[in-house]
């Protein structure tokens, strides 16, 4: 069947790469781990690392970075050959918070290191993403992370930091899906050397799945909605990171390296932009995350 298939061409097969702005390497697709929690948690996690992902995106406030850790210690991959991230929360932006709050995910996770730590969102309301920033870049001269990334900024925002610390991040991450493109964030990444990444790649709720265009694109290409929507992230120049419990989901959403999008199916599918596609009106400009 289709999953076998795939399973099949993946094996041996490594997800292609690109270089962060710090010359560290970075997967081109990463596997979400958002209410993957538990021993349920790691069992999913663990599928995800045996079909091929490298990648773990978790998070503070995912309350799971030790699931994480564990799935680590039990895949049987060497450390080096893992990238794991995880983010800061906004309520604990102030910088010795920060720096304390990224020690704990470390002992939650059991790890020595990070590969990426992110701020989670800017909330600037509170004024403090410049201080949790300069948390980062030291606690990233400890060794606790390898990389420092963030999630959620607008150019204002990416902009002030790169005039306070003369450091940019490796990684914005940020909402992005065929209804919500974000042109002028993947411009503004482009030229700054930021790499994007994407959230809730597919759209949270998935609705985008049933889209007549994308089903259209899908069907003549013997492909699933999900793999068409995912592929478009890698064209666009984003790295996606889906999420999913199930084995043949995952081995379906991480095959999307055997074929293209023509420009004609990227032309249709820029149609589908929403003036604003955001899931739940979570706004950077505004929105609080604690």
């Given at each position: 069947?289709?999953?076998?298939?795939?399973?099949?061409?993946?094996?041996?097969?490594?997800?292609?790469?690109?270089?962060?702005?710090?010359?560290?390497?970075?997967?081109?697709?990463?596997?979400?781990?958002?209410?993957?929690?538990?021993?349920?948690?790691?069992?999913?996690?663990?599928?995800?690392?045996?079909?091929?992902?490298?990648?773990l995106d978790s998070a503070f406030n995912y309350e799971n970075e030790g699931a994480v850790g564990e799935a680590v210690r039990k895949s049987g991959r060497a450390r080096e050959e893992l990238s794991i991230a995880s983010k800061l929360p906004g309520r604990h932006q102030k910088y010795d918070e920060a720096l304390t709050c990224i020690e704990e995910s470390l002992?939650?996770?059991?790890?020595?290191?990070?590969?990426l730590y992110f701020i989670h969102w800017p909330n600037p309301k509170q004024g403090l993403y410049v201080e949790a920033w300069q948390a980062l870049?030291?606690?990233?001269?400890?060794?606790?992370?390898?990389s420092i990334a963030v999630c959620n900024f607008l150019a204002e925002h990416l902009d002030k930091l790169h005039a306070e610390t003369g450091v940019l991040p490796t990684i914005n991450q940020?909402?992005?899906?065929?209804?919500?493109?974000?042109?002028?964030?993947?411009?503004?990444?482009?030229?700054?050397?930021i790499v994007t990444e994407g959230w809730s790649p597919i759209?949270?709720?998935?609705?985008?799945?049933?889209d007549e265009l994308i089903a259209g694109i899908a069907k003549r290409l013997g492909k699933t909605p999900a793999q068409i929507v995912l592929?478009?992230?890698?064209?666009?120049?984003?790295?996606?990171i889906p999420k999913a419990s199930h084995r043949e989901r995952q081995v379906e959403n991480m095959s999307v390296f055997d074929f293209e999008l023509t420009e004609q199916d990227m032309k249709d599918i820029a149609t589908l932009a929403r003036p604003d596609g955001r899931s739940f009106g979570q706004d950077p400009a505004t929105y609080e995350e604690f």
């Open positions: 069947d289709v999953y076998k298939r795939q399973l099949k061409e993946n094996a041996g097969v490594s997800i292609p790469e690109l270089t962060l702005n710090d010359g560290r390497s970075f997967p081109l697709i990463a596997f979400g781990t958002y209410k993957l929690n538990g021993a349920a948690g790691v069992q999913g996690m663990l599928s995800a690392l045996d079909v091929g992902y490298r990648a002992y939650r996770a059991g790890l020595d290191y990070y590969d870049i030291e606690a990233q001269k400890r060794g606790y992370v390898r940020i909402e992005l899906s065929p209804y919500f493109p974000q042109d002028d964030m993947r411009a503004y990444h482009q030229k700054h050397g759209g949270r709720g998935g609705k985008i799945l049933s592929r478009w992230h890698v064209q666009v120049g984003s790295v996606p």
